[in-house]
């Protein structure tokens, strides 16, 4: 079939997108616009506070996308979506013209949740929450930290990217910290009042880094009532809605989100912040030749990681080419697996598969997913091995 698509955002959902459709119709003319060169997973860059990784083994180019699945690469930004016109002002000022769309670019940060905490602010007390040059110098920051020093952790409200990503970062800071600083400590500051895996986690900080007791290395705190709501950066402390203050020697604030900019300034997301789409086809709900996934998408009760932006990718390009076709769009089932390490030798799991119910709502299919547990994933170590496994299939599977 002919038919242009143009798919923006060259993360996981895009890739996978783009992969996907050329491997399905060679008919098609699709086209991925994307800024940068080389992608860095965020999937992998906690390990890079244990020292496990580093950034060049976390990149991708796009190279095998072009060259075996025939996409064009376009290396720009979108500037404005025409959604009359059906058409994308790039930042070049180039134009382009499309009969469906998929949006995939990811997250913006509230820069409005923590008065103080600002972009500029940010290259100093680094999120980290993008993989790239923050997450080493937040690498930096907790390497060469003082003995005995403090590691604050202000973890972002619901719903955010990576809902288990604060806690591993949590463990894998922790595991450098028990070799090199053993009397450091790590404070995780939370607005919620518990956390992804939260048993499984509390349960390996226990056994490996002396969780619950006086000189443990992770405390967490959940500040649901009293959450942090500004950082002075001189005096390096966090203050919360009621004066608490909390000050650190490192500090890693992790904003609360939104999709990103382009499909806000669009006019795509709801009152929440998040592009609501039709499960099914992932078109969005305010325009029907756009379709949105990844974590700019509220796909919920799926989370925001890149093994579910992989999946929607997948369902959404076959809806795209049914769309086309005017053929009857296939009826998918969603997959999502996060693996955590809390040593370089312990890992944890959860599953989930997605589905549609009888009113078309996303849900979880009851018995078919789960956590780590002794009986179905084996031991913490073979599912420490399977982490990195599926980080590489992950990757594979998405950028070819
Ligand atoms: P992204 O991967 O953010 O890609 C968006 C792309 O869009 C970017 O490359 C950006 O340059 C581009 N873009 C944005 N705006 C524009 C524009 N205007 N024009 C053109 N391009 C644009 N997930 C897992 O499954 N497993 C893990 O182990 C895991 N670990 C994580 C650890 C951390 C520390 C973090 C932060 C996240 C982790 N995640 C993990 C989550 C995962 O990174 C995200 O869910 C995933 O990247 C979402 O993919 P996406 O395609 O929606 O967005």
């Known amino acids: 079939t002919g038919g242009r698509v143009v798919v923006v955002?060259?993360?996981?959902?895009?890739?996978?997108?783009?992969?996907?459709?050329?491997?399905?119709?060679?008919?098609?003319?699709?086209?991925?616009?994307?800024?940068?060169?080389?992608?860095?997973?965020?999937?992998?860059?906690?390990?890079?506070?244990?020292?496990?990784?580093?950034?060049?083994?976390?990149?991708?180019?796009?190279?095998?996308?072009?060259?075996?699945?025939?996409?064009?690469?376009?290396?720009?930004?979108?500037?404005?979506?025409?959604?009359?016109?059906?058409?994308?002002?790039?930042?070049?000022?180039?134009?382009?013209?499309?009969d469906r769309l998929i949006l995939s670019p990811g997250i913006a940060f509230n820069w409005d949740s923590i008065a103080g905490y600002t972009p500029e602010v940010a290259e100093l007390f680094p999120h980290a929450w993008q993989a790239g040059p923050q997450t080493v110098l937040l690498a930096r920051q907790l390497h060469a930290m003082r003995r005995g020093?403090?590691?604050?952790?202000?973890?972002?409200?619901?719903?955010?990217?990576?809902?288990?990503?604060?806690?591993?970062?949590?463990?894998?800071?922790?595991?450098?910290?028990?070799?090199?600083?053993?009397?450091?400590?790590?404070?995780?500051?939370?607005?919620?009042?518990?956390?992804?895996?939260?048993?499984?986690?509390?349960?390996?900080?226990?056994?490996?880094?002396?969780?619950g007791e006086a000189d443990g290395l992770i405390e967490w705190?959940?500040?649901?009532?009293?959450?942090?709501?500004?950082?002075?950066?001189?005096?390096?402390?966090?203050?919360?809605?009621?004066?608490?203050?909390?000050s650190g020697d490192v500090i890693n604030i992790i904003p609360a989100q939104t999709a990103a900019t382009l499909a806000v300034a669009a006019g795509l997301t709801d009152a929440g912040g998040w592009c609501p789409v039709e499960p099914k086809t992932s078109r969005s709900l305010f325009d029907e030749f756009i379709h949105v996934i990844g974590d700019a998408a509220h796909f919920s009760p799926m989370p925001k990681s890149a093994f579910a932006a992989n999946s929607e990718a997948k369902a959404c390009a076959m809806a795209v080419i049914g769309l086309l076709r005017e053929v009857e769009v296939?009826?998918?089932?969603?997959?999502?697996?996060?693996?955590?390490?809390?040593?370089?030798?312990?890992?944890?799991?959860?599953?989930?598969?997605?589905?549609?119910?009888?009113?078309?709502?996303?849900?979880?299919?009851?018995?078919?997913?789960?956590?780590?547990s002794p009986a179905i994933s084996g031991s913490a170590e073979l599912e420490a091995g399977y982490a990195r496994s599926v980080y590489r299939n992950l990757l594979k599977d998405s950028f070819g």
Not at 188 to 205: H, N, T, V, Y
Request: with cysteine; net charge positive; aromatic share 10%.
């Open 9 to 98: 955002g060259g993360g996981f959902g895009g890739a996978t997108a783009a992969k996907t459709l050329g491997s399905l119709d060679a008919g098609l003319n699709i086209t991925l616009v994307e800024p940068k060169a080389r992608y860095i997973t965020c999937p992998g860059s906690n390990w890079l506070f244990a020292g496990l990784t580093d950034l060049l083994r976390l990149s991708v180019d796009y190279r095998t996308l072009t060259e075996y699945y025939g996409i064009d690469l376009v290396t720009d930004s979108v500037e404005s979506i025409e959604r009359e016109r059906r058409q994308l002002r790039l930042t070049s000022g180039r134009m382009l013209a499309y």
């Open 149 to 211: 020093g403090v590691v604050l952790i202000v973890a972002p409200p619901d719903p955010y990217r990576c809902p288990p990503g604060p806690y591993e970062r949590a463990s894998m800071m922790a595991c450098w910290l028990s070799r090199h600083n053993p009397r450091g400590k790590i404070i995780i500051l939370d607005p919620k009042r518990g956390f992804s895996k939260q048993a499984l986690f509390e349960a390996g900080w226990r056994r490996h880094y002396r969780y």
């Open 221 to 246: 705190h959940s500040l649901a009532d009293n959450p942090i709501t500004q950082l002075d950066a001189q005096g390096r402390t966090v203050i919360s809605d009621f004066g608490d203050r909390f």
């Open 330 to 372: 296939p009826t998918p089932s969603w997959l999502n697996v996060c693996y955590s390490l809390i040593t370089p030798e312990h890992g944890i799991s959860v599953a989930g598969v997605y589905a549609l119910d009888a009113a078309q709502s996303l849900v979880a299919v009851a018995g078919a997913g789960g956590l780590s």
